[in-house]
């Protein structure tokens, strides 16, 4: 009953979308070739815009595409190439005691599981019948250009000081 | 659409990162796990604006999204610096501030 109730297109595409995304994050910290993890980390990127898309966030899904895809993107695959001899796969990418990192991750997976699944259980986010629509964009610029207009200067004092930043830290002199 | 949905690829998407955080040596490697994260982080962020039907999410979503840019900005000029004094990016080798 529950589950033919939840079978609408709006679910299909969130089980495909997340599937893709979770087999590029596993990609991202297993591949031995670090262009490799960057391209596989678009495709959990991207994927994550589609979400946004799916919960109706459709500026924020936008930004993702421009500051991640595009800018982020492009300044890891800069870092790659400045910092790396030789394109191709390497041996030494992780650490000598990277096997604990799987029990830590586990354990977390399973605390932070159990406290959604027993928090929300199966509350509905939207009835299937109701569309959503999509949120204005002078809405958010009402909310960020009126009760968090502090956090806004403080985010553009912030973006000044690394933009500062790394121009003094990457100067030769 | 259920709310444990996206809170719970919020979570596996998290756990993910932190395993690559814990387990990688190099530098731009735990960067991208770190983005990772960032990303979990907003999904939650913005299922519980629908949820709660308010644009707040939204909001820090893109706050969100800027301070990670300023992050990786900042992050990788440092990568750089240290693999210029270096010619390393290898964490395990950075042991000048140990104890």
Not at chain 1, 114 to 119: A, L
Not at chain 2, 30 to 43: D, F, K, Q
Not at chain 2, 88 to 99: F, H
Request: some cysteine.
């Amino acid at each position: 009953m529950i589950a033919a109730d939840l079978l609408v297109a709006q679910n299909v595409g969130f089980g495909i979308i997340s599937l893709l995304m979770i087999i590029g994050a596993v990609r991202v910290v297993t591949v031995s070739n670090v262009v490799h993890a960057a391209l596989w980390l678009v495709i959990v990127l991207s994927g994550a815009a589609a979400q946004y898309l799916l919960l109706s966030a459709e500026f924020v899904a936008i930004t993702q595409v421009l500051v991640y895809v595009g800018a982020v993107m492009v300044l890891f695959l800069f870092g790659t190439m400045l910092t790396r001899a030789r394109i191709g796969a390497e041996s030494d990418l992780n650490n000598k005691n990277w096997f604990l990192g799987i029990p830590v991750a586990l354990l977390m997976l399973g605390v932070m599981s159990y406290v959604i699944v027993d928090g929300f259980g199966s509350e509905r986010l939207i009835d299937n019948s109701g569309d959503m629509q999509p949120i204005p964009v002078q809405l958010i610029s009402d909310d960020i250009f009126g009760p968090y207009l502090l956090p806004f200067w403080a985010l553009s004092f912030v973006l000044l000081v690394a933009v500062i930043g790394a121009i003094v830290l990457a100067r030769k002199d | 659409m259920l709310t444990t949905q996206f809170l719970l690829l919020g979570a596996v998407l998290f756990c993910i990162g932190v395993y690559g955080v814990l387990a990688r040596k190099n530098a731009v490697m735990v960067l991208m796990s770190i983005e990772l994260i960032l990303n979990s982080v907003n999904i939650n962020l913005l299922a519980f604006s629908v949820r709660h039907g308010s644009v707040d999410g939204n909001t820090f979503a893109l706050y969100v999204i800027a301070i990670a840019a300023a992050e990786v900005g900042v992050g990788l000029a440092m990568v750089l610096l240290i693999y210029r004094n270096r010619r390393t990016i290898a964490l395990d080798d950075l042991s000048e501030m140990k104890g």
